[in-house]
């Protein structure tokens, strides 16, 4: 075994042992504004979230409307939105917000009725991620109102480049049908503050895929910092790195594709 070999098998055995010791530290399972809600989390027929507040942006409906409400947190962040986009130029119009149980269930008992039992449109009461009060569908003046080609808008692409400046995620990316379990939805933006949304942003992730890849993503750090202090090489870039390949004289780290970065010994 070479030099190589050993400090390769060191470092994978050891990082292995480790790994149930990782801490997620991105995505807090305590903290109201990280929650996970879907099917497989649905929330308590009287869940309210505290602090309801009306926003002061452009509304679609007009009047003092549940939708109109959002978490008072999320709705100051939404009002910088909106006003940061504003002012280059881009109008966004909030469409829709906070849902109440009872009005989940309403529309769920209404489309069931007209569409049958096994209609797949509507979320089952508790299910809907509106209920927690963090939740914007959002619409442009340029029209397409919950529409999948809201994203040929100038105030979709303002919001894709900028939501996550202001601790919004486009929650159902086009993408991410088979993580979500919902749509392509372009309108609706979630709010879980900025350092969370920008996590995602930067890693194209949706919101259920965060606390593996914050495993992996340590894990490979970590690996990638010793051997670089093993092997003493100076010259690098610290970006994270997903996959290695070990060959007999070098070690290759390939960042999702993109780089790739070779070490030979
Ligand atoms: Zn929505």
């Not at 979230?49 to 009047?63: A, D, E, H, S, T």
């Not at 086009?174 to 979500?180: G, L, N, R, S």
């Not at 690996?223 to 690098?236: A, D, E, G, P, R």
Request: glycine letters at 6%; proline letters at 3%; one cysteine or more.
């Amino acid at each position: 075994m070479g030099k190589m070999d050993l400090i390769v098998t060191v470092l994978l055995i050891s990082f292995l042992l480790m790994r149930t010791d990782i801490q997620a530290s991105i995505l807090q399972e305590d903290n109201i504004y990280h929650q996970i809600v879907n099917t497989d989390n649905i929330l308590l027929a009287d869940y309210v979230p505290p602090n309801l507040v009306k926003p002061n942006v452009l509304f679609y409906n007009q009047g003092n409307l549940e939708q109109n409400y959002i978490e008072q947190e999320a709705a100051i962040a939404l009002e910088k939105m909106f006003n940061s986009a504003k002012q280059e130029g881009i109008t966004l119009v909030a469409v829709s917000g906070y849902r109440s149980y009872a009005r989940q269930l309403m529309l769920y008992n209404n489309a069931i009725s007209n569409h049958g039992i096994d209609y797949k449109g509507v979320a089952i009461p508790g299910a809907s991620e509106h209920q927690i009060g963090l939740t914007m569908d959002i619409v442009g003046v340029s029209g397409h109102l919950l529409q999948q080609s809201f994203d040929t808008t100038p105030e979709w692409e303002w919001l894709a480049q900028n939501a996550h400046l202001f601790g919004y995620i486009m929650r159902y990316p086009a993408d991410k049908e088979h993580v979500t379990g919902i749509i392509y939805e372009p309108w609706h933006f979630r709010y879980v503050g900025e350092e969370l949304a920008t996590y995602c942003y930067t890693n194209n992730l949706a919101l259920e895929e965060v606390k593996d890849f914050e495993a992996k993503d340590f894990y490979f750090n970590e690996l990638f910092q010793k051997l670089v202090t093993s092997l003493n090489i100076v010259n690098y870039n610290s970006s994270p790195f997903y996959n290695i390949d070990i060959e007999y004289t070098s070690i290759k780290f390939t960042n999702s594709g993109l780089q790739s970065y070779v070490f030979r010994v």
